[in-house]
């Protein structure tokens, strides 16, 4: 159910490619081809990383070759720049950087680069990076602009937990501590909220609409070494269907208001605006003094990033069935199995927050897997398990397998392998196990893969699972849902958005007993 992905859109972001606080310049124009990069904050005796792409909006194909110069006279006086990508072959001509890049299995590739403001570099101090770019014959200009601010370094805790249960409004508390040496004008706070746990809250200075980010600004001076909280917690509401026992990450981070500009007017991906609220304001606890003079950046973003957790309380659990199916061949046929994992609620099942996998397959002995899904791979008990390491491998003895996206109450998500037989003197079975912290019923979680001997044949029944992979006594589960895919390749549009992508899911390798 990918709409709830879509619903957030940038619910989904954190902090990993905020480092580019930066305003898209789009360039000139000419014959339709497009030059893209970002305005830049950076620190005295601090880097800054930014990247380029070019692309031709009327072309049915990639760019097969890119010429870039960029004229760095005018911040050669405060600044360096240094390129931090491979795949370009780059040489200087005075204070001219020529750089040429043709076109790989992934297309041109995008230009990373580093600037470094001087030591000596005077906050304030602002100039221009011209661009003149070649595409294929096509010519494109640009400029990028790269200001001096004074550094501040907001932190906040990296992990903090609150517990609520399902319906109720629950409050997630936020601080901030200023750990540079110079006083921090005024802070930007970004709630990430789940879906799970929509942002309710009415504050006079935090903006929300429905899938956006909840974004309060405070004018509060932040010294150096104090650290502040925030005046209430901000509410949030746990939907009515998350699990027990589940945990629902939403995102906090803070921002210093400069960089934060730079976000909100980025013409090429604009951070769509939100609703202020009409009630009380939100404030930080904490004062300081005096007024900014120069424009200030976050010298370390990774530090002022917060996974807030939500505990989900009370009683409403999932049930988690496994599901096997049946075929029949004879020695050397190839046949088609399916494992899958059934939810028979009431509460959803978000398959992508699960550590380890999802559910383990054993494969029939006698036969061998020689085509695996590639949500699947392979599993040994009691040893470290990654589901992208070597992710559709076949040959394994078992798999586990992961989800993707949600399963609501009578959805199923399935897992299709092909399997060799190898040796078949009578019916053989291998085992589907399903694992879900706090399931309300762990009777239902085997299922049986069954080979029978016979005319080549899939006869794909779903078992409902009894225990040790026999057939149970309820009958055959109607596989209802779809095994969704959560989108994750939004990696251009959280950078032009000047935050990395931070999809929700965190796997960790995990055992998994069956």
């Not at 980025?266 to 009630?279: E, F, L, Q, Y």
């Not at 939810?343 to 054993?362: I, K």
Request: glycine share 12%.
């Amino acid at each position: 159910m990918l709409s709830h992905s879509t619903r957030r859109w940038l619910a989904g972001l954190g902090v990993a490619g905020a480092f580019i606080a930066a305003s898209a310049t789009p360039a000139a124009a000419a014959d339709s081809f497009q030059l893209v990069s970002y305005d830049m904050l950076v620190a005295p005796d601090h880097t800054a990383s930014n990247y380029l792409y070019a692309y031709d909006p009327e072309s049915e194909g990639d760019l097969q070759k890119l010429t870039l110069d960029l004229d760095l006279s005018k911040v050669d006086d405060f600044a360096t720049l240094e390129l931090a990508s491979g795949g370009w072959d780059c040489a200087t001509t005075d204070a001219n950087l020529h750089c040429e890049a043709v076109a790989g299995e992934w297309g041109v590739p995008s230009f990373y680069y580093y600037v470094t403001a001087k030591s000596d570099a005077t906050p304030g101090q602002k100039a221009e990076i011209a661009i003149k770019a070649n595409g294929d014959g096509k010519i494109a200009t640009g400029s990028v602009s790269v200001t001096v601010a004074e550094g501040v370094d907001l932190q906040s805790e990296p992990e903090d937990s609150v517990d609520g249960a399902p319906g109720a409004e629950v409050g997630l508390p936020g601080t901030v501590r200023n750990g540079g040496e110079n006083t921090a004008h005024g802070a930007v706070l970004r709630l990430q909220s789940d879906w799970l746990t929509p942002y309710v809250g009415n504050f006079s200075n935090c903006e929300y609409d429905d899938g956006l980010p909840a974004i309060c600004r405070f004018d509060t001076d932040l010294e150096p070494g104090k650290s502040y909280k925030l005046s209430a917690p901000l509410p949030v509401k746990v939907d009515k269907t998350a699990r027990t026992g589940s945990s629902v990450v939403n995102y906090l981070d803070w921002w210093t208001k400069d960089d934060w500009a730079l976000i909100e007017k980025d013409p090429t991906w604009p951070m769509p605006p939100g609703k202020p609220g009409t009630g009380d304001e939100l404030r930080l606890i904490e004062v300081g003094a005096a007024r900014q003079s120069a424009p200030q950046t976050d010298v370390d973003r990774w530090n002022s990033f917060t996974d807030m957790s939500v505990v989900v309380t009370g009683d409403n659990g999932a049930d988690l069935a496994a599901v096997g199916s049946t075929a029949t061949g004879k020695v050397g046929d190839q046949v088609k199995v399916s494992a899958g994992a059934h939810n028979l609620g009431p509460a959803l099942v978000e398959t992508w927050r699960e550590e380890g996998p999802l559910t383990v397959v054993e494969v029939p002995q006698g036969t061998t897997a020689v085509k695996v899904s590639e949500d699947c791979a392979p599993w040994v008990q009691d040893e470290p398990w990654n589901p992208w390491d070597h992710a559709g491998e076949p040959g394994a003895a078992k798999y586990g397998c992961i989800g993707y996206g949600d399963l609501a109450k009578g959805d199923t998500t399935t897992w299709e392998f092909t399997l060799r037989i190898d040796k078949l003197t009578g019916e053989t079975s291998g085992k589907v196990a399903t694992k879900l912290a706090g399931d309300a019923n762990e009777s239902n979680n085997y299922a049986a893969i069954t080979v029978k001997p016979g005319t080549a044949g899939n006869g794909g029944e779903g078992g409902n699972g009894g225990n040790g992979g026999g057939e149970g006594d309820g009958g055959t589960l109607p596989i209802t849902g779809s095994n969704t895919v959560l989108i994750a390749g939004v990696g251009a549009l959280l950078l032009a958005a000047g935050a990395a992508g931070y999809v929700v899911s965190r796997r960790r390798k995990t055992r998994f007993v069956a």
